[in-house]
């Protein structure tokens, strides 16, 4: 007699090589979406930065009479909320700056303005992750 058809043998091997295959299929999709979601925060502080320099300029005069030291230069603090409420940054959703990570509110992060030779730069905490 001759059948035909699979032995459960050969079902089990290819069931067994089908799971292997997703899950390193799984794996390398996370790592490309974490770090995406890390680009995008990093995107997201350059913003940040960038609009807390243009925001500090109508700043100007206090930064400079400023006694807050930042690395030996003057300096101020602002929020990130700061930037939203002037129109500096735009919110994601309900005047809120969501993180991309892990999608909390930005809108408390400090912000460290400061004049360094005479050039306003921004300064941000970001855990080291840019």
């Known amino acids: ?9 050969e079902l089990l091997c290819v069931i ?6 997703t ?3 799984s794996v390398g999709i996370m790592t490309l ?20 320099k243009e925001y500090a300029l109508k700043l100007e005069k206090e930064l400079n009479e400023s006694t807050n030291l930042f690395e030996g230069h003057k ?10 409420s ?12 969501l993180n991309p ?6 809108n408390d992060i400090e912000i460290i303005i400061y004049l360094n030779n ?5 300064y941000i905490e970001n855990n080291n992750i840019c």
Do not use: H, R, W
């Not at 067994?16 to 295959?21: G, R, T």
């Not at 990093?42 to 960038?50: E, G, M, N, P, T």
């Open 16 to 21: 067994a090589l089908l799971a292997l295959i």
């Open 1 to 9: 007699m001759n059948k035909k058809g699979f032995t459960l043998i």
């Open 118 to 122: 005479n050039q306003i730069d921004a």
């Open 75 to 84: 300096s101020l603090s602002i929020k990130v909320q700061d930037l939203v």
């Open 23 to 25: 899950t390193i299929a």
């Open 101 to 106: 990570l892990d999608n909390t509110s930005m």
């Open 86 to 97: 002037s129109g500096k940054l735009q919110a994601d959703k309900d005047e809120i700056v």
């Open 33 to 52: 979406s974490k770090k995406s979601k890390e680009n995008l925060y990093c995107a997201k502080i350059s913003l940040i930065k960038s609009s807390a």
